[in-house]
C-alpha cells in the first residue's frame, strides 16, 4: 500500500526505529512518490542517525533517483510491522490496586489490567490516526522569557501582579477598600477588604488573627474561634489572596470578620470536552537513571500504547523528572545507575522511542531535571531538548497549560504540595490522598502561593503561578502517589510514577504509587487507570 498520509508516513518510521521532524513528514508526504521517497531516505540516512530533518529529505528529494525505485514501495504489512524494541514485552510481577480515591465515582475513574500486544490476536492493522483531527496549544510558557535577578524590585513586581491578578477574581463578591481607606474609617462601621496573608497568629483566648496586605498597607482582622469560618483559617496559607468582609472594631483598630472568601473556582465551571473520542495518558516521575527506574513496567506501557485497546491515546502529557537527576537528594550517587546527567536524558530519550511515533508529547521539566529549581521552571536548554528530540515532543515550562482539542490541561510538577500537605490539616491534604492538596490549589488559585518556604520561587515582572483560566484537567506528579478527584467539575490527577521504592524513600516513608498511566477522555473527562507493574 502507498504511503498516501503523514500518518503512514510516521508509523513506518516508527517501525524502522526513527523518528521525524513535522517538516520532513510534510516534504515525504508531499513527493511524487512517498513510499520511494522514504525508502530511500532511510537507506542514505547516517548509521548513528536518530532523527529524520527536513534537511535529510530535501537533500534526498534533490539528489537523483535510485535505479529501482519499484523495490522502494512500501506494504502496508511492512508500514504495520514494528520495530525490535517496541515489539520486546517485559516480565514484571503484577502488583496490588492502587489506593482507591474517595472521589473515583465522581471522576467516573476505574483502574484496569493493562494488556500486552499479543493479547490482542494479532488481527488489528495498526494505529491509524487521522493527525488532521488534532489540536494542540500551549498558553503560560515563559521559556525564554525570564528577566528576573533576583533584585528586591522584581520580589515587589511579582507579588504586585499576582494581587492584581487574584483580586480581580474576588472584587466580584466584595465590595474592597484599601487597607489605607479602612485605617481612616470609624469605629462600627462594615469594610470588605481583599490583601494577600501576611501573617496568621492565634490569640491567647483561641481566636485568629490575619493579617493583610494590599498595595496601599495592611490591617488587622480578627476570626472568632466559635464562627463557622474559623475552619477555614486552618486551610490559609501565607502569601495566599483572600477577602474577608466585616465590622470594625469600637476603636477602629481591627477587622471582625463575618465571612471569608477564596478565588476559588466557580460552583457553576463548565468544563470544555473534545468534539470526538480520543484519549491522553497523564504520566510523570519516570526518574530514568535511578537503579529503581521501573524499565520493565515501562516497557509493558509503551507496548500497551501500540495495542488495539490503546488506538485512541494521541497525546501524551508527561508533568516533569524525566531523569533521577544527580544530587537532588543526599547520597544519591549510591542509588544511580547512570551517574552523567545527560547519559541518563539519552537513556530517557531511548525509552521514549519505545512509545508510537504518532502521539503527541508534552514534557514539563520537574525538581529532579537539569534545570533552575525555582518556579516556574523554563523548558530545558537546546543540549537537552535536542537529546530529547523522539518524537519531537512539545518541551515547555513547569506550570504550563496544554490546550488539547478544546480542554484546557493545566501541568505543573507539584512541589508546592509538599508544602500544602505540611501545613495543612491531614483531613484537607495528605500524601495519601493527593488530589485534595491539589483541591486547595485550585481554591487558592496558584499552584504555589506561600512563599520562602521549601518551594523555591524566582521573581518575574509577572506572576506566572496564578491560575488565571480554570483547567478543565489539574495534572500533577512530585509525591509519587496515585490520586485523583473533581473539585467543582475540574478533575485533579496526580499520576504517580515509574520507580519503585527508593532507600530514601524508604528512610522518610515514602510508599510511592508505580507503574500507573492514567488514562483521560478528553470527550467526557471520565479516567481510567491503567497499571503495568
Known amino acids: 500500500m502507498p504511503l498516501e498520509t503523514p500518518a503512514r508516513i510516521v508509523r513506518a518510521l516508527v517501525s524502522r526505529g526513527y523518528n521525524a521532524e513535522r517538516e520532513a513528514v510534510t516534504l515525504i508526504a508531499g513527493s511524487d512518490e512517498p513510499g520511494v521517497t522514504l525508502a530511500r531516505v532511510v537507506e542514505s540516512v547516517p548509521d548513528d542517525a536518530l532523527r529524520i530533518t527536513a534537511a535529510h529529505v530535501r537533500e534526498v528529494l534533490a539528489s537523483a533517483p535510485v535505479s529501482d ?63 488532521s483531527l488534532r489540536s494542540l496549544a500551549i498558553a503560560n510558557d515563559m521559556t525564554g522569557e525570564s528577566t528576573g535577578t533576583g533584585e528586591y524590585d522584581d520580589f515587589v513586581k511579582v507579588f504586585r501582579d499576582r494581587y492584581e491578578k487574584l483580586s480581580k477574581m474576588l472584587r466580584g463578591r466584595v465590595n474592597h477598600r484599601p487597607a489605607k481607606a479602612i485605617s481612616n474609617m470609624s469605629g462600627g462601621e462594615e469594610a470588605e477588604l481583599i490583601g494577600l496573608v501576611n501573617d496568621v497568629r492565634s490569640t491567647k483566648s483561641g481566636h485568629w488573627l490575619i493579617e493583610l496586605e494590599d498595595t496601599t498597607g495592611t490591617f488587622p482582622c480578627l476570626v472568632m474561634k466559635d464562627r463557622d469560618i474559623a475552619d477555614a483559617v486552618n486551610e490559609l496559607l501565607m502569601d495566599e489572596c483572600i477577602a474577608v468582609q466585616g465590622t470594625l472594631s469600637g476603636d477602629a483598630g481591627i477587622l471582625f470578620v463575618d465571612s471569608l472568601h477564596f478565588p476559588d473556582v466557580p460552583r457553576g465551571h463548565r468544563p470544555n470536552t473534545a468534539d470526538r473520542h480520543v484519549q491522553a495518558a497523564l504520566i510523570s516521575d519516570v526518574h530514568v537513571g535511578s537503579q529503581e527506574f521501573m524499565e520493565d513496567a515501562w516497557n509493558e506501557f509503551a507496548n500497551w500504547l501500540h495495542t488495539e485497546e490503546a488506538e485512541h491515546v494521541e497525546y501524551l502529557l508527561i508533568a516533569g523528572d524525566m531523569v533521577e537527576g544527580v544530587g537532588v537528594y543526599p547520597n544519591q550517587d549510591e542509588e544511580l545507575d547512570i551517574i552523567d546527567i545527560y547519559d541518563q536524558y539519552e537513556a530517557f530519550s531511548e525509552h521514549l522511542k519505545k512509545v508510537p511515533g504518532d502521539l503527541e508529547i508534552v514534557m514539563i521539566p520537574g525538581n529532579h531535571d537539569a534545570v533552575r529549581l525555582a518556579e516556574p521552571q523554563p523548558g530545558f536548554d537546546d543540549n537537552l531538548r535536542e537529546i530529547m528530540s523522539a518524537h519531537d515532543p512539545r518541551i515547555v515550562s513547569n506550570p504550563a497549560m496544554v490546550t488539547l482539542e478544546g480542554v484546557n490541561i493545566l501541568m505543573y510538577h507539584g512541589v508546592s504540595l509538599d508544602e500544602v500537605i505540611a501545613e495543612l490539616p491531614a483531613e484537607k491534604a495528605s500524601y495519601d490522598e493527593p488530589h485534595k492538596a491539589m483541591y486547595q490549589l485550585l481554591k487558592k488559585r496558584h499552584v504555589a502561593p506561600q512563599f520562602g518556604g521549601h ?32 473539585y467543582h467539575n475540574v478533575l485533579a490527577v496526580n499520576s504517580g510514577c515509574w520507580q519503585s521504592q527508593t532507600d530514601f524513600q524508604k528512610s522518610v516513608n515514602i510508599d510511592p504509587d508505580s507503574g500507573y498511566a492514567p488514562i483521560v477522555d478528553l470527550d467526557t473527562l471520565s479516567m481510567t487507570v491503567r497499571k503495568f507493574s
Open 69 to 131: 525505485p519499484s523495490t522502494a514501495e512500501t506494504s502496508s504489512t511492512d508500514d504495520e510491522r514494528t520495530s525490535s524494541a517496541h515489539r520486546k514485552t517485559a516480565g514484571g510481577d503484577t502488583g496490588s490496586d492502587p489506593p482507591v480515591s474517595p472521589a473515583t465515582s465522581t471522576a467516573g475513574s476505574d483502574v484496569s489490567q493493562s494488556t500486552s500486544p499479543s493479547e490482542t490476536g494479532g488481527s488489528w492493522p495498526g494505529r491509524n490516526p487521522d493527525l
Open 455 to 486: 518551594t523555591r520561587l524566582a521573581p518575574e515582572e509577572q506572576d506566572y503561578l496564578v491560575m488565571r483560566e480554570v483547567p478543565d484537567i489539574f495534572h500533577t506528579g512530585h509525591v509519587h502517589k496515585l490520586g485523583w478527584g473533581k
